[in-house]
């Protein structure tokens, strides 16, 4: 098993859906996009591994939401083969110092990536980055790469094996990830939220599935976001209620491309005050590590 980890936004959902050939994690620009813990595995002839997805790499402080994704990020390392640590080709921040000093009190084989070499147009500038990243830690491997373009992903999958152990597969071939169709819908809704609404909404929303109907020819879902203040509440649904629409289309789009078939979203936006402090909300919401 090998856990990605990094601080938010450098890339390792993206990465991950790269690896595995399809989107399984949601991917914005917005921090605290990735909330859950979510496997992908990737088979071939030469063997199974298993990535491990998890939120960025942050300061356990704020609320109760905010401390339970700093312990899924950090818990992220333990019981793994191998860390891959993600950085931006950008340069090391403070916050991937952070997530440095996680891995190296550990005695588990870390690999560094340099994310994002897409965006150096002189790639020479990567040289210094790589001769400082090496000095310090002793790495592995450290490997340049695009999640989003592929470059370089087929040499990090080769570094990637010769790390891990031999054993028989934990999944079948044809599985790429442990969450549930279910799961991934609701992450959908997430997702367009994300794209849709400015810096501050995303943050302060939470998706519950209400119903939920799946066929090979019709997905039927329905949903109830929640907000913490009224205000927030007015943003979402829009004007007539057209921001909601959207959001409903895009669902819509998303998910009948997904799965061949009809889809069919129904949206709804409630107020709870606070919930991201609330224990018994959170969990409600699904913020225990679990597939849904």
């Not at 905010?66 to 640590?85: I, M, Q």
């Not at 209400?210 to 997905?219: D, E, G, N, P, Q």
């Not at 943003?235 to 669902?251: H, P, S, T, Y």
Request: proline residues 4%.
């Amino acid at each position: 098993m090998v856990a990605l980890i990094g601080r938010p936004n450098v890339g390792k959902s993206t990465l991950l859906n790269r690896l595995v050939g399809e989107k399984i994690s949601i991917v914005s620009r917005r921090p605290q996009t990735t909330r859950h813990r979510i496997l992908g595995i990737k088979t071939t002839d030469v063997g199974q591994i298993v990535y491990v997805d998890t939120p960025g790499l942050h300061a356990a402080q704020g609320r109760r939401l905010n401390r339970y994704l700093a312990r899924l990020a950090s818990g992220s390392v333990e019981g793994v083969d191998c860390v891959v640590l993600m950085i931006a080709a950008s340069g090391w921040t403070p916050e991937d110092e952070d997530a440095l000093a996680l891995v190296r009190a550990r005695q588990i084989p870390v690999i560094l990536v340099i994310n994002k070499v897409d965006e150096v147009h002189d790639r020479r500038k990567l040289l210094p980055l790589t001769r400082d990243s090496a000095a310090r830690m002793e790495f592995a491997d450290i490997v340049p790469l695009s999640a989003r373009t592929a470059e370089n992903v087929d040499r990090f999958e080769r570094a990637v094996l010769a790390l891990l152990p031999e054993q028989a597969a934990a999944f079948p071939a044809d599985q790429v990830t442990d969450k549930s169709v279910r799961f991934r819908a609701h992450e959908t809704v997430r997702e367009q939220i994300c794209h849709l609404y400015g810096q501050e909404i995303p943050h302060v929303t939470a998706v519950e599935v209400t119903r939920f109907k799946h066929s090979k020819k019709r997905l039927d879902i329905e949903c109830v976001i929640w907000a913490e203040r009224e205000g927030q509440k007015a943003i979402l649904i829009g004007k007539g209620g057209e921001r909601l629409k959207q959001v409903g289309m895009r669902v819509r789009r998303v998910l009948e491309e997904r799965h061949g078939g009809k889809a069919n979203v129904r949206l709804w936006v409630k107020v709870r005050d606070r919930w991201s402090d609330d224990a018994r909300a959170m969990q409600r919401f699904g913020f225990h590590d679990e597939p849904m």
